[in-house]
Every structure is written in structure tokens, then in C-alpha cells.
């Protein structure tokens, strides 16, 4: 069964304080991993797109890593606006159509 | 960039009746468009998956006939939750794929769904 775990569940950090999010997998046959960002109230928001082993992606203060069994969000000397709760999700083919599996996401505060 | 627009943002309404859930594409024409429920603190559930002129592709589980989806343009989904329950209070995204199948999806803000 294909299956995407985040974590941790919650993480708090000071300002500065850098730190590191994990998205495990178990898929099948994995067509692009997807890290979006949510804040409470609110849709996710894009960030970025891993589609092979080794593969980085770099915004501001954020940059995803991708390995064949994880993805990795590296947040570098954080700010207080970076708290929210960021997800990662796997497209997958199932049924003869793509799929986005999402994690149930890591929420990130960041106090000043 | 492509904005997807989700209408209303919060909907309270009684047991028993319907309520329709709008999402719209602005800048693009949406191939695809899906619909995802969330729990607090929990994961999104795709529900269903809709491309224009066709009859939605429902996930395991959804009924139907409670949650209607009409795709009936390129810029226009609608999710019709009907004879709306207690239970059926979450929150409610749409997104919508503009191009290839590995482009990324772009999320409306939600709507707030509250049966009383």
C-alpha cells in the first residue's frame, strides 16, 4: 500500500534556530514528490518539486532533497512568518490515473 | 501565476439541506481540477476528480449522490454537498492542474463547511 509519513508531527524552533523536516515513502512507483506549504485557514501553497534521487530544490530559506525512501525540507535560519504546516505529498499512478498521496504534515512555529 | 479561486470561504448551514462549493480557475484553463477534504490536523483526502464535459471520477468510499461535481467549463468545478449532515462539517479545497499530468496542483483557499 502506497503510504507517505511525515515527520515530526510538530516542531518548535527559535529564530535562527535551522532544522530539518522528513517525508518517508512507500510507493510503488513514485512519478514526483511535491512539498506545500498551509497555513491555518488556508489552501496549500506550491513549493517545490523532486522527481528523482538526488535531486535538490532551493527558495530563500527553505531547500528539499529527495533520496529514493525520503525527502528532506531544510529550513536555515528561520523566521517567525515560516511557521505553518508544510506537507509533502507523492504522485503516484493508481487506477490508470496520476494521484497526489499527501503526508499529514509537520507544524512548524517559529517564536521569536 | 495561475490563482485558483474557491467560493465561499466559510458556509454554515442546517441539517438536512444542500450547499454548493464553487471553484474557479482565473488566469488559466484547468485541465483537471480536483477536490480534497480535510480534518484539523489531519491529512488531505482526495475525493473526487473532475475534467470538463465528463462525469467525476470518485475515490473509494464517496458517495456519489452526496457530493455532486459538475465540471462544466474549463475555469468552473462545483461540489454540492447534499442533505449536508453534522459529519460532513470539514474543510473542503478544490485545486486544479493547469497542463501536464506532472504539473503541480494549485490549491483555493478552502471553505469551512459547518452543518448545524
Known amino acids: 500500500e502506497d503510504q507517505v509519513t511525515q515527520s515530526p508531527e510538530a516542531l518548535r524552533l527559535q529564530e535562527g534556530e535551522s532544522s530539518s523536516l522528513n517525508c518517508s515513502y512507500t510507493?510503488?512507483?513514485?512519478?514526483?514528490l511535491f512539498w506545500y506549504r498551509q497555513d491555518p485557514g488556508k489552501g496549500p501553497e506550491f513549493l517545490f518539486t523532486?522527481?528523482?534521487a538526488g535531486e535538490e530544490k532551493e527558495k530563500e530559506r527553505l531547500k528539499a532533497t529527495l533520496t529514493k525512501k525520503e525527502s528532506f525540507l531544510h529550513i536555515t535560519a528561520p523566521k517567525p512568518e515560516d511557521s505553518a504546516t508544510y506537507l509533502c505529498?507523492?504522485?503516484?499512478?493508481?487506477?490508470?490515473?496520476?494521484?497526489?498521496?499527501f503526508g499529514s504534515g509537520t507544524r512548524l512555529l517559529v517564536r521569536p | 501565476g495561475a490563482v485558483v479561486s474557491q467560493h465561499p470561504s466559510r458556509v454554515i448551514c442546517k441539517s438536512g439541506t444542500s450547499v454548493k462549493i464553487e471553484c474557479r480557475s482565473l488566469?488559466?484553463?484547468?485541465?483537471?481540477m480536483f477536490w480534497y477534504r480535510q480534518f484539523p490536523k489531519q491529512s488531505l483526502m482526495l475525493m473526487a476528480t473532475?475534467?470538463?464535459?465528463?462525469?467525476?471520477?470518485?475515490e473509494q468510499g464517496v458517495e456519489k449522490d452526496k457530493f455532486l461535481i459538475n465540471h462544466a467549463s474549463l475555469t468552473l468545478s462545483t461540489l454540492t454537498v447534499t442533505s449536508a449532515h453534522p459529519e460532513d462539517s470539514s474543510f473542503y479545497i478544490c485545486?486544479?492542474?493547469?497542463?501536464?499530468?506532472?504539473?503541480?496542483?494549485?490549491f483555493g483557499n478552502g471553505t469551512r463547511l459547518t452543518v448545524t
Open positions: 488566469d488559466f484553463q484547468a485541465t483537471t
Open positions: 485545486s486544479a492542474r493547469f497542463g501536464r499530468d506532472n504539473s503541480p496542483l494549485h
Open positions: 473532475s475534467n470538463e464535459g465528463s462525469k467525476a471520477t470518485y
Open positions: 523532486l522527481y528523482s
Open positions: 505529498a507523492v504522485r503516484v499512478l493508481m487506477d490508470s490515473s496520476y494521484k497526489l498521496i
Open positions: 510507493v510503488s512507483g513514485l512519478r514526483g
